[in-house]
């Protein structure tokens, strides 16, 4: 396969869509690589945008991935701010909306995911999601407004734009059809802590009420209640997930199934067409997995070289760690804690604390809370901990 490629077009300039290009050429790969991004931006840290981006003052923050120096040292064919549009699997043929085609030995999709959005929700400038450093920007101003941000969806990003803005005083409610939000992958215990925090920095927690309408007039919008009444609020942040971007793939021939459906060598049903990161959904016997999180985009990627380079050795396995940052708070997780029939909270010295998850003796998940040593020591133990 290794001589057989001399051109790679790699949609997607995230981070799964760099790493890629750096795993290349850190393989000795000298050919051709087109990395082609529909942001106008090059490649940035999307977990910035709900963090730093949000709490320091606009353009303060470099989210870029690599420095400029570095990403000219890879020798990229750069195409920024264009659109693949049409992608031909098996002449390996990619439509880009500026009209161009690029046709390279392999292509690599590594285009992500868009924000989750509610249905019925009116377009005003005052509803917004979070995916891109231009929705971040806009955030800021909003929050730099003043007034009275409502956050539909408390997972990981609700919860970090909450704590954001809390720390730039705004009033805070977040909306979540869920009692507990986290409760299913951090158990009751660890959960309620999260939330207690979140309460105690003065965020309102509506939880276990589900989101019936959302609208806007013109004094304000307004979050319709399952079981009656609303929230009303300034400003209103839609935070219910993320959908994988295969708009622009559908009919193309490659099987699709929630994202690009790839095996454990990150080939989709085209073996010269591969996707990794947020789009990729890994077929596994114990079960198809799509990841949402930033080392898994990057260990792919990393898997999505090896391949190209004809390294077909098994990949290593994953132990899908993941982390949040909220107000001064950290928060780790690694492994499966589906797979736990068990869960044990054991207070830190420091004042965190750790969950350990086991399946009968073995221990399958970690999560912790401000306890980072005590992590890294439980991480290294874990299935897939080998890299
Ligand atoms: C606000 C926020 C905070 C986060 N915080 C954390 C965190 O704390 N910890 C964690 O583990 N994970 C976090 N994540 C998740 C993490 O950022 C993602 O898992 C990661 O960015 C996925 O990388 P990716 O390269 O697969 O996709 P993306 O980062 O989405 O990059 C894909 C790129 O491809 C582009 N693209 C899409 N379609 C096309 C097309 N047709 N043509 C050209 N370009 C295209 C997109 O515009 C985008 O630039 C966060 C995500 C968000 C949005």
């Known amino acids: 396969m290794a001589s057989a490629v001399s051109s790679v077009t790699v949609v997607g300039a995230g981070v799964a869509g760099l790493r890629v290009c750096e795993g290349l050429r850190e393989r000795g790969f000298d050919g051709r690589i087109t990395l082609v991004g529909d942001e106008v931006e090059p490649p940035y840290d999307r977990p910035k945008l709900s963090k730093e981006v949000l709490l320091r003052p606009p353009g303060e923050v470099d989210p870029r991935l690599v420095p400029e120096h570095v990403l000219a040292g890879l020798g990229l064919d750069l195409v920024l701010g ?156 839609v935070a219910v997930g993320a959908r994988p971007r295969v708009d622009w793939l559908h009919g193309c021939g490659l099987a699709l199934d929630d994202g690009v459906l790839v095996d454990a060598h990150h080939r989709t049903t085209v073996p010269e067409v591969l996707a990794c990161g947020d789009v990729a959904n890994v077929r596994a016997a114990d079960g198809d997995r799509r990841s949402e999180h930033w080392f898994a985009a990057a260990e792919q990627a990393e898997i999505v070289a090896r391949t190209i380079v004809g390294d077909m050795t098994p990949p290593p396995g994953s132990d899908h760690y993941f982390w949040s940052d909220f107000y001064d708070h950290h928060l780790d997780v690694a492994g499966e804690p589906t797979l736990a029939d068990r869960a044990t909270l054991v207070d830190d010295e420091n004042g965190g604390a750790v969950l350990e998850m086991r399946r009968g003796d073995t221990l399958v998940a970690v999560a912790a809370l401000d306890a980072g040593r005590r992590f890294r020591r439980l991480r290294r133990t874990l299935p897939g901990a080998a890299r």
């Open 82 to 237: 264009v659109r693949a549009e049409r992608l031909d699997p098996r002449g390996r043929r990619v439509v880009l909306s500026d009209g161009r085609a690029l046709v390279g030995d392999r292509v690599v999709l590594a285009c992500g995911a868009r924000a989750g959005q509610l249905p019925g929700v009116p377009d005003d400038p005052r509803i917004r999601t979070l995916r891109s450093l231009s929705d971040a920007v806009a955030l800021r101003k909003a929050l730099d407004a003043g007034g009275h941000l409502v956050i539909v969806g408390g997972g990981f990003i609700g919860a970090e734009v909450a704590a954001s803005a809390r720390l730039l005083d705004r009033a805070v409610t977040v909306v979540d059809a869920v009692e507990l939000p986290f409760a299913r992958i951090l158990g009751a215990e660890l959960a309620g802590r999260l939330r207690r925090i979140h309460r105690e920095r003065g965020v309102e927690m509506v939880t276990g009420r589900g989101v019936t309408s959302v609208g806007a007039d013109r004094d304000a919008v307004r979050v319709g209640l399952a079981g009656g009444g609303a929230v009303r609020g300034d400003h209103l942040l």
